[in-house]
C-alpha cells in the first residue's frame, strides 16, 4: 500500500480490482460463497473501503516583510472511495482539513477566533471561537513566533492516510517526501 500511496502517481491504497490472490469477486459469487452487494463487495470488506481517506499535500509558509505578514501555499488533495467502490481526488486544503491530518503530520489544531464584541473606541473586548484550522510548525498563524523578520519556512509534502482496522480502530500515517 505504501508504495502505491508515494508519488507519481498516487494510486489507490486499495485496489479490489487487482487483488494479489486473483479470483476477484466474481468467483466467490458464483460458487456461492459470499453474499455481494451491488458494487461486488461483502459488507466487510466494504467498510475497511470506506474506511479509507487520503491527502496528498504541498504545504510551504514563511514570513516574507518586516511586519510580520506571511505567505502560504496550501495545496492539497482528498482521495476517497464513493459508494460504487470508484477511486477519486477532490481539491481539499491542509488548513481547513480534518482534525486526524494534523496529528498525522505532526501538527495541531488551532481555534480561530472573530471579534463578537467592540468597545467604544473599537477595540475587541470578546473574541468567539468560529472554527479550527491545522497548524504545521513552530507556533502562530503560519507557523511562526518571535521576530517578524524570521525568514525560516516551513515545508511538509507527502501522503497522509487514515484507515480502519479490521477491529473498527483508526489509524493515521503520514509518509513525507
Known sequence: ???????????PPLQLWNCPMGGGSGGAAIAGLA?????GLTPEVRQY?????????KYYSRTRNQDGSYNVQ????SGAYDSEGDFYWSRASF????????????????????????????TCRRYETVG??????STGIGGFTGAPTSWTPN???????RYLDYQGNEHAEFVSY
Not at 496550501?74 to 488533495?77: G, T, V, W
Open 155 to 161: 515545508r511538509l509534502r507527502g501522503v497522509a492516510i
Open 95 to 122: 488548513g481547513h482539513g480534518p482534525a486526524w491530518l494534523a496529528g498525522a503530520v505532526g501538527g495541531r489544531r488551532e481555534p480561530v477566533e472573530k471579534c463578537v464584541s467592540t468597545s467604544s473606541d473599537g
Open 132 to 137: 479550527y484550522t491545522n497548524v504545521y510548525g
Open 35 to 39: 453474499s455481494f452487494g451491488p458494487d
Open 1 to 11: 500500500m505504501i508504495r502505491r500511496i508515494t508519488p507519481f502517481p498516487i494510486e
Open 74 to 77: 496550501d495545496i492539497a488533495e
Open 49 to 57: 473501503r470506506d474506511g479509507i481517506e487520503l491527502y496528498h499535500i
